[in-house]
């Protein structure tokens, strides 16, 4: 059981890499300094989350991912060639970061139907529930960007 349950939080671990590295190149990326800000800490966020997972992988006496999937190095590279065709916009930022919380979502979703202990499925919940305020709150600055552009 345990190599399952490791299996399920690397994975996740794997998200949040792929979050913080998305948000860390979306507060680059920004021109509106509130949306830097929110982009940086939303990588702050998705990097405490892998530590979280990571720690729960090691007590679990298994090796703890350390860095994100190959999907997310392409949605980073992505992210970076988007917005220099679509001239580096926020909405652009923001329409690509809310693709990448839809992949987060789906992959926390997915976790949440496994059979994980008690305190493991705890500290999923609240992280999955954390992916989906930071969705909806991208999906609103996306919704009111493009409502003024």
């Known amino acids: 059981m345990a190599r399952d349950v490791t299996t399920v939080l690397n994975d996740l671990i794997e998200t949040?890499?792929?979050?913080?590295?998305?948000?860390?190149?979306?507060?680059?990326?920004?021109?509106d300094p509130e949306l830097k800000?929110?982009?940086s800490r939303r990588a702050a966020d998705c990097a405490a989350g892998?530590?979280?997972l990571q720690e729960?992988?090691?007590?679990?006496?298994?090796?703890?991912?350390?860095?994100?999937?190959?999907a997310g190095v392409l949605h980073?590279?992505?992210?970076g060639l988007k917005t220099?065709?679509?001239?580096?916009?926020?909405?652009?930022?923001?329409?690509?970061?809310e693709r990448g919380e839809d992949v987060a979502?789906?992959?926390?979703?997915?976790?949440?139907q496994e059979d994980l202990p008690p305190q493991l499925l705890a500290l999923v919940?609240?992280?999955y529930e954390g992916v989906i305020r930071n969705h909806d709150q991208v999906r609103e600055l996306r919704d009111r960007m493009r409502a003024h552009a």
Do not use: M, N
Not at 56 to 70: I, K, M, R, Y
Not at 76 to 79: F, K
């Open 76 to 79: 980073r590279g992505w992210i």
């Open 56 to 70: 729960q992988v090691a007590s679990l006496g298994d090796e703890p991912e350390e860095s994100g999937t190959a």
């Open 105 to 112: 979502k789906s992959r926390y979703q997915a976790a949440l």
């Open 37 to 39: 800000t929110l982009f």
């Open 125 to 127: 919940q609240l992280q």
């Open 50 to 52: 892998a530590a979280q």
């Open 16 to 31: 949040c890499k792929d979050g913080e590295y998305g948000f860390r190149q979306a507060a680059q990326d920004a021109h």
């Open 84 to 97: 220099a065709v679509a001239g580096r916009t926020d909405l652009a930022i923001l329409e690509e970061c």
